[in-house]
């Protein structure tokens, strides 16, 4: 990752207007909750940010820096996602049921109490953007939620109030959280290795622009908790993490399905879907809690896949069979001697010797280097006859 994700308050101009604070809450509290999609096959690569704020009396604007420039086009708003069957369940880990509805959010409750309000974001109205070219390793993009939702958000009363967005990883954000490492191996082998790696920073200072450097220091939100969950296919095996993580698991198809597509799923359509899904795999790490808040926040996780070599394989019969032909050929015009046999030869002993490199035929292994060995003793002596 080239840098780091902040995210800070600007707080109102007259402090003085609103009641004494007790000096722990005197920055309002955050919860964040960070999923990061990355399906390959499916070409699924987004992050969602989920914000739950309380004690939002002193907010004026909330700001979020990201190390890479973006457009606006690029990000959704999950408010209406949300709602959809069961995925306030999934996405809070927890029966949780709507309740009141308006034209701007709705309230939710769990176990029969008031639980948090969820509020739509508008995009180039609530949310803006706007460039950042001090960035350490080239441009960077701030997002703010502009002071008309903040304000909705302070009137929205003492309960916890939460705004959830999607950013699509598309253009030159596509490997902000991911770097793909592709193993050197001699070309004709079974399969390649790619080692992807995956780091999400949040608040890490040293890696601050200096035009946000001092914004977000001065102004930070008192971070209770962070949740970070990475979402890939069962082909990637994690190789290394940063810290235990809390939890693995599948994910849940009939959950996750209308959320992940970002619309409600047809019934038509919800055996493929939930097909497609059950290939993912939920990484949960967590960190913070009311009594021992955060700063700052690091995941970094590897993960190892294999690519299948076949095609060199099909690219090694046939050129071992033209160099066959040629053999022959050459046998023929020189010493007028005919090897039929040995373009066979060379495809049969291409094909033995990919069958047991494969990693499909592993089971063969033994079997195929016995006839490997034979063939290749069979191949010289043909050789030395001509």
Not at 163 to 188: A, C, M, N
Not at 353 to 379: N, V
């Amino acid at each position: 990752m080239n840098g780091t994700l902040a995210i800070w308050y600007e707080p109102e101009e007259d402090r003085h207007s609103f009641p004494q604070i007790d000096a722990k809450r005197q920055h309002p509290n955050l919860e964040i909750h960070f999923n990061l999609w990355r399906d390959n096959p499916s070409k699924t690569n987004f992050l969602d940010i989920g914000l739950r704020l309380s004690d939002l009396q002193m907010v004026k604007r909330i700001y979020l820096y990201f190390p890479v420039a973006l457009q606006l086009d690029q990000f959704q708003d999950l408010s209406d996602v949300m709602a959809y069957g069961q995925t306030l369940d999934a996405v809070f880990n927890m029966v949780v049921e709507v309740g009141r509805k308006t034209d701007l959010g709705y309230e939710t409750t769990a176990n029969g109490e008031p639980f948090v309000t969820v509020h739509k974001v508008k995009i180039g109205e609530h949310l803006t953007l706007a460039p950042v070219e001090d960035g350490l390793k080239g441009a960077g993009s701030t997002v703010t939620l502009t002071e008309t939702i903040c304000a909705r958000l302070r009137a929205a009363g003492p309960g916890p109030q939460y705004v959830r967005l999607r950013l699509h990883l598309t253009g030159e954000s596509k490997s902000l959280f991911t770097q793909e490492i592709i193993g050197q191996e001699k070309v004709f082998v079974s399969s390649s290795q790619r080692l992807e790696l995956t780091e999400l920073r949040l608040n890490e200072q040293r890696s601050f622009p200096h035009s946000i450097a001092k914004r977000a220091s001065a102004n930070a939100f008192t971070i209770v908790r962070v949740h970070y969950f990475l979402i890939r296919e069962l082909g990637h095996a994690l190789v290394t993490q940063h810290a235990p993580m809390r939890k693995v698991r599948r994910l849940e198809a009939k959950l996750w399905s209308s959320y992940l597509r970002g619309r409600e799923i047809a019934a038509r359509d919800a055996a493929e879907e939930e097909r497609l899904l059950s290939r993912l795999m939920i990484y949960h790490w967590r960190e913070g809690s009311e009594s021992e808040p955060i700063q700052d926040f690091t995941a970094f996780a590897s993960f190892q896949a294999s690519t299948p070599g076949l095609l060199f394989y099909m690219i090694g019969v046939i050129l071992l069979g033209a160099i066959g032909s040629a053999l022959n050929d050459w046998g023929k015009v020189y010493w007028g001697v005919t090897v039929t046999s040995l373009p066979y030869w060379c495809g049969g002993l291409a094909l033995l010797w990919a069958i047991a490199r494969s990693g499909i035929w592993s089971r063969l292994e033994g079997e195929a280097s016995r006839l490997r060995r034979t063939c290749t003793r069979s191949f010289v002596r043909a050789f030395k006859r001509l």
